[in-house]
């Protein structure tokens, strides 16, 4: 039986998974592949550091040039996270001649299609399906089952931490900084948790979706984003009444000759299968013109979900070699879709405004409204503060254009009647 070599870059909560699994399972995978798949060597930063597994101590190095020149090394896993140095060290393991599987979403965002060319160029394959949802696999039955269909929409929750965040103040009626702690104190944020609330992670996932599910590459920095942490709790109970949940949703949609990519908060029917994914879990909705609406769902992290699919990404490539295949990374980026600027948007929207208890107040709302041609779809009067003599309007608009809304919010809160814009979520149906 041929042997196939694994260097492992990075043994932290993924690595060790995969690690173990590799080692542990070696005699079933090797048979599923018709090869012996053998991991070699490990990289870490800290040789004394406590594993979550026992592994062999000849197994780890802090050299990576062990990984590198080592010729019986035929598949590299980069399991170290960040840019840098985990760029490099895939475009050093392609350069070498060798293939590479990474969960990285960050350096796949940014870099995909040029190192996708550079793996073409070696006849080395790049797999990269546990960067975006970690266990769900969604980038592969975008580019294998689903390549018939022509594809209009992708909405996803993509990010197990805002979710379980929004989840939380939703059920409780925490407020966000709350809710985020108790994420942190539970290990499901982190402790500088920018990257999550703020919705980067989110746009780094739906980059690579949108690129693959329309063939056209988008930027992370194409994506239109805002995050979590001006949510109040007050508007999940609105929302609710008014038959919405709120989520963190990643938006990437055909519009005529343009692509919408956004990642924001937005209302979502309670009637839909998006509206009851809760806590970490996360979901992908794809519609298809052929296939209709279908609906990735489960873990979109942990490391023994992600580790499913970097060890599934290792068995393909060490099948192919195996069977002598030809290896041909795929992204097949052969659009040039243009992405629609945000202001030209147009959905529905809710909002909250904190008003004085004042006649009148709701006739200079809708002229304001009417001014910039934005229909109310519903009006709700809510929490009459007597002592403030202030209450909140709650308002369903019908779809209206984003700088429009943008424009009225604007002079909404420069009424006198106005105290705030207490808040401004866009609705998804
Ligand atoms: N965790 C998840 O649920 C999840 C889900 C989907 C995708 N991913 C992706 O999977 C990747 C790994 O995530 P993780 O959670 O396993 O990260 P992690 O727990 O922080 O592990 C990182 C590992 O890389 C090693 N490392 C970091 N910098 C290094 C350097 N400069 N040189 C050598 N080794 C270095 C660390 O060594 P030491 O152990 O010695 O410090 C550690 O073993 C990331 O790209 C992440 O986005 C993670």
């Given at each position: 039986m041929r042997e196939i070599g694994v260097g492992l870059l990075g043994l932290g909560v993924v690595g060790s998974e995969v690690a173990h699994i590799l080692l542990q399972r070696s005699e079933r995978l090797s048979e599923q592949v018709g090869a012996s798949v053998t991991l070699k060597k490990a990289l870490v930063r800290d040789l004394a550091k406590r594993r979550t597994y026992p592994f062999p101590p000849e197994l780890l190095t802090v050299n990576v040039d062990e990984i590198f020149n080592d010729p019986s090394i035929d598949i590299v896993i980069e399991l170290v996270g960040g840019e840098q140095p985990a760029l490099d060290y895939i475009r050093r393991a392609i350069t070498g001649d060798k293939h590479v599987v990474t969960a990285n979403k960050e350096v796949i965002a940014k870099n995909g299609y040029r190192l996708l060319s550079l793996a073409t160029q070696h006849e080395v394959d790049l797999r990269y399906e546990a960067s975006v949802c970690s266990g769900i696999p969604v980038l592969s039955p975008l580019q294998q089952d689903l390549a018939a269909n022509e594809i209009s929409a992708i909405r996803a929750i993509v990010n197990g931490t805002t979710n379980y965040i929004l989840t939380k103040m939703a059920r409780e009626d925490l407020p966000y900084e709350q809710a985020l702690r108790e994420a942190q104190e539970l290990g499901y944020a982190e402790p500088d948790p920018t990257n999550d609330v703020e919705g980067i992670d989110a746009a780094y996932k739906l980059a690579i979706?949108?690129?693959?599910?329309?063939?056209?590459?988008?930027?992370?920095s194409e994506v239109s984003r805002e995050g979590i942490s001006?949510?109040?709790?007050?508007?999940?109970?609105?929302?609710?009444?008014?038959?919405?949940?709120?989520?963190?949703?990643?938006?990437?949609?055909?519009?005529?000759?343009?692509?919408?990519?956004?990642?924001?908060?937005?209302?979502?029917?309670?009637?839909?299968?998006?509206?009851?994914?809760?806590?970490?879990?996360?979901?992908?909705?794809?519609?298809?013109?052929?296939?209709?609406?279908?609906?990735?769902?489960?873990r979109g992290a942990g490391g023994r979900p992600t580790s499913s699919t970097v060890v599934a990404d290792v068995l393909t490539i060490a099948r192919n070699i195996a069977m002598g295949g030809i290896i041909k990374p795929r992204m097949e980026l052969n659009r040039r879709i243009p992405i629609a600027p945000m202001f030209e948007i147009v959905t529905r929207y809710y909002f909250r405004l904190s008003v004085a208890d004042q006649p009148g107040v709701l006739a200079q709302i809708a002229r304001v409204l009417g001014d910039h041609r934005i229909s109310i779809s519903s009006v709700i009067q809510k929490e009459l503060d007597e002592a403030a003599q202030t209450a909140q309007i709650v308002i369903l608009t019908h779809p209206s254009v984003e700088q429009s809304v943008q424009s009225a919010v604007a002079e909404l809160a420069a009424l006198p009647l106005v105290n705030r814009v207490g808040a401004l979520i866009r609705v998804e149906h």
């Open positions: 979706l949108a690129s693959l599910a329309f063939h056209t590459p988008v930027r992370p001006n949510l109040d709790p007050k508007d999940f109970t609105y929302a609710h009444e008014l038959g919405y949940a709120v989520k963190l949703l990643a938006i990437a949609k055909q519009r005529g000759e343009t692509l919408e990519a956004r990642v924001h908060p937005a209302l979502t029917p309670l009637d839909t299968q998006l509206a009851t994914v809760d806590g970490v879990y996360n979901a992908v909705q794809v519609e298809g013109d052929l296939v209709g609406t279908l609906v990735f769902y489960g």
